[in-house]
């Protein structure tokens, strides 16, 4: 299956190298790049791939969701304005301890499936084997936990890992829960954004791509500061300038403490 | 045309109708997205004096565990009617009216949504009737096809319904209260526009051969009218996105 695309592929790229110099856009693309489409809408027709959130009839690609279309290379993706977070392997994820069970804990992230930390992905204790009540002495029901994503599939629930640098219980901090969509706003171009509140609020910023994000300050203030900070992140991520007026907000809240 | 005999119950003399529409003529539309912070989705219709509210939920996790499909959503459908829509006080437990409607408003909704990206997971729909003036199902379907898509759920396309009928013997389109009260046959329709696939086909009362063809054309020809409204809508709630990705790359460019 994988081979029929690449043979597909190697086709497709003599064919633009001969048609270099047409505007390759204007051939059988429709939308043009970063234009907001609905689902339905046509985006190509002809030998293009339907990426992310498109879908393929017949000829012709359409748009499976709202957002913004673009073209890479000769692969049409949507991306979108907002959605769910479905998890993905190796993504940083923070959650909510909900219950304990006999080999492991199951914590909520966000997600339309309940994930499952099993206590063999846990650092090791001294080598011992816990039973149900030393997992509670681990992770209690209602604690923080920043994890990692390790398995997901259709057929089960995503499995989770504590074993990694800077992984396992939160202790101290403050966290915010905003749409996944925006995470990579919080994060920025080249991760701008990100610094910018971290330098500005003094405290370091933990962004879960499930949309908790945790921040760690010295003090409770810094700490709020920063939540406000992603709270209004997420609330203007569509406008201009806004780093800026973050760090103006951030500026004007952090005289005095 | 009409013009000739009756007087009092006129629904319709010199080709108007009682409220000055022509026979084939849509009543006024107005849409508007994400208008509930809490929910995944959210919609909100005026289609003539019809006030209609469409939230989605989803996916979420299944609640109970055991109505979960292994290989796709679940998708969940309660259309309700509030005491205060009509003149005569709604007792607020469902119907068996109202049961009928969220059965056949999920199915003509589910075939737009591409469900198998979620196994074992739900997709809860509401839609409830603030007002209500004949057409609430049709309204229904077009508000939740747009809050679906709010959703950010993957959609082959969006589902856009609207109502033929037949009044003193004139096959006319969108029929209000009154119409639909005292007329002779009402035939809702639902259409996803670009495939042509028509999810939602009832029909109250008596039609000819003719009459049906006629009145299911004016209402699938309503229907793509309305299609165009909610992309609207929907490129009026988020047009500014767009505009700001492209200044952020213009200025990333210069820098």
Partial sequence: MNLHILRNQHLYVAVFVVQAKFELDQLTVHAEKKQLVAPGELLAEGPYFAGENTYRDGSKIYSARVGLADVIGNKLIVVPIKGAYIPRIDDIVIGRITDIGMSGWQVDICAPYPAMLPQSETPMQHGRDMGRRDLGHLFGVGDLVLAQVIAFDRTRDPLLTTKGRGLGKVTSGRVARISPAKIPRIIGKQGSMITMLKNETLTDIVPGQNGVVLAIGKNPDQERIAVEALYMIEREAHTSGLTDRVRAMILEEMKGK | ?255
């Avoid at chain 2, 037949?166 to 670009?194: F, H, N």
Wanted: with cysteine; proline share 4%; charged share 30%.
């Fill in chain 2, 1 to 255: 045309m009409g013009g000739q005999k009756k007087t009092a119950q006129l629904v319709d003399s010199n080709g108007l109708r009682v409220d000055g529409r022509r026979i084939d003529e849509l009543r006024p539309i107005k849409l508007e997205v994400g208008v509930l912070d809490k929910a995944d989705g959210s919609a909100y219709i005026e289609h003539g004096k019809n006030k209609i509210l469409a939230a989605v939920y989803g996916p979420r996790e299944a609640h109970p565990k055991h109505i979960a499909l292994a290989d796709r959503a679940v998708v969940r459908c309660r259309y309700h009617m509030a005491p205060f829509s009509t003149e005569e006080r709604k007792s607020p437990a469902p119907s068996r009216r109202e049961h009928e409607l969220s059965k056949v408003i999920r199915e003509s909704l589910e075939p737009s949504i591409m469900s198998e990206y979620f196994p074992r997971a739900t997709i809860d729909i509401f839609i409830e009737v603030l007002q209500a003036d004949a057409g609430t199902r049709c309204a229904g379907i077009t508000s939740a096809a747009l809050a679906l898509a709010d959703a950010g759920i993957p959609m082959k396309e969006l589902v856009a319904g609207c109502a033929a009928g037949k009044i003193e013997g004139k096959v006319v389109l969108d029929l209000s209260d009154i119409e639909d009260k005292q007329g002779e046959a009402d035939l809702p329709v639902a259409l996803m526009a670009r495939s042509n696939v028509v999810t939602l086909l009832q029909m109250d009362g008596s039609l000819t051969a003719d009459e049906f063809n006629q009145a299911f054309e004016m209402a699938t020809e309503a229907c793509r009218k309305i299609y165009e409204m909610q992309r609207e809508a929907l490129k009026t709630k988020y047009h500014i996105v767009r505009d700001v990705e492209m200044k952020d790359e213009m200025v990333e460019a210069k820098a």
